[in-house]
């Protein structure tokens, strides 16, 4: 179906951060066709939707996720990295099944539509269920199959972990038109062997598809790797050779000056999770540094047992608010800043040109805000009002291939209730 969305205002995010006021926005076959004042008024069969007191902006993309996680929202809080993953996430992990999964992303998909997120890249196991979940609720998303192997070798074709990520590539690298992309996703340096990580980077050349990794979390990560490697996190992936495929790395709290040069010549996109961080005290990324060292920055929320929620708006205010708290500098990550991150710079770190932004010619991945709400009022300033004001339900519109996905509370492709109703007899079982 085409769409006209009409007499709105439109945040391209094009390299001017241009706002376009009292004009229309014509979706055709999926594509963002035409914009301009009065673009929409001859076209017909189209839907017609009224975009006065909205605003037009495109779709968030979440650059760090584990959807599935959705089902372990609030179960283990408060505590230590290495506590909360080994002694409280893994051990419920052990039990997850390709239906929990299933389920707990239809939950997570529900949850980032409903905010406005029209993408994410994720990281996680029992892949199938995860791409089957995205083909259906018409998402986007880079998916990988995290690999986890602490024993040396040098033959891994017999590793559980590499023939599924190799089988995921094949069967959905491209698929649902294309919304579907594959990656590799060696989990980090503590939880891979050097040969593992090399082995992975080696398959990922062959299969021409992106790497996605945990990068320099915490300072114990950093310490450890200096101990046993003699060199930074980041330093020990370049050095085997990780960075030579395109790779977007999440948190980089403890990511050095030397660190950042390393990545900036291998074009490694950073990806910021600043509530994950201060929730597991992790401590805070340098972005600011980051960003002046020319690296492209991204956001995402990681899985919602860390965060806990998938919502893009709360991850944008933090970081534009923490290191603006944490520096004494109110000049550092302005509004405009972090909504490029949330948008244009993701679509560049997951190599999706024709996303992030909007332009004629562009999918068309968008989304409304409803700007009739109190706390938006008066609007002095677009972005400022976003991101420091704007709340996750204030999205009253998702699009994503010009496919309206949510509106007005409402899910277009997924069955809320069969999705409560099996949500809760996968947690009876699981925490049962
Ligand atoms: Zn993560």
Redesign the pocket.
């Known amino acids: 179906m085409n769409h006209i969305i009409r007499d709105t205002t439109v945040l391209t995010m094009n390299d001017r951060n241009e706002i376009l006021e009292r004009t229309d926005v014509v979706i055709e076959n999926g594509i963002i066709a035409k914009i301009g004042p009065k673009a929409g008024e001859t076209a017909d069969n189209a839907n017609i939707i009224d975009g006065s007191g909205k605003l037009v902006m495109p779709g968030l993309i979440n650059c ?3 959807v599935p996680m959705t089902l372990l929202r609030n179960y283990a809080d408060d505590m230590d990295l290495q506590t909360w993953l080994f002694d409280h996430i893994f051990p419920v992990e052990d039990r997850l099944n390709e239906d929990d999964v299933y389920w707990g992303t239809l939950l997570g998909i529900m949850e980032m539509l409903s905010t406005g997120t029209t993408c994410f890249a994720d ?1 996680y196991y029992f892949m199938d269920s995860i791409a089957s979940a995205v083909e259906s609720s018409g998402i986007r998303a880079q998916l990988s199959r995290g690999q986890t192997c602490n024993e040396p070798g040098s033959d891994f074709s017999g590793n559980q972990a590499m023939k599924e990520s190799e089988e995921f590539v094949r069967k959905w690298n491209g698929a649902a038109d294309g919304r579907i992309t594959a990656a590799m996703a060696p989990h980090a340096i503590y939880t891979c062997s050097p040969s593992y990580i090399q082995a992975i980077a080696e398959k990922a050349g062959k299969l021409g598809v992106p790497i996605h990794v ?1 990068l320099d ?1 915490t300072v114990r990560e950093h310490e450890d790797s200096l101990g046993t490697y003699g060199k930074t996190p980041a330093a020990h992936l370049y050095d085997l050779g990780l960075f030579d495929h395109k790779t977007i790395a ?2 980089c709290v403890c990511i050095t000056v030397e660190d950042m040069a390393l990545m900036k010549e291998k074009g490694v996109s950073v990806i910021h ?1 600043p509530a ?1 961080n201060l929730k597991l005290a992790s401590g805070i990324a340098p972005i600011p540094e980051a960003i002046s060292a020319g690296l492209n920055v991204c956001i ?1 929320t ?2 919602a047992s ?1 965060n806990n929620n998938l919502n893009m708006w709360e991850d944008m205010y933090l970081a534009s608010i923490i290191h603006k708290g944490s520096k004494r500098d109110p000049k550092l990550i302005t509004a405009a800043e972090t909504l490029r991150m949330a948008t244009v710079n993701g679509a560049k770190a997951l190599g999706m040109s024709c996303v992030g932004s909007i332009r004629e010619g562009n999918k068309a991945d968008l989304i409304m805000v409803d700007l009739e709400k109190p706390h938006l009022k008066p609007m002095h300033n677009l972005c400022s009002a976003l991101v420091y004001s704007a709340q996750g339900s204030d999205v009253c519109m998702t699009m994503v291939d010009g496919r309206i996905l949510y509106q007005d509370g409402e899910f277009k492709t997924i069955d809320r209730e069969k999705v409560d109703y099996h949500l809760e007899k996968v947690c009876k079982r699981l925490f049962e």
């Open positions: 760090h996720c584990h990281m945990h979390e999440a948190h999770c994950s995402g990681d899985g860390s």
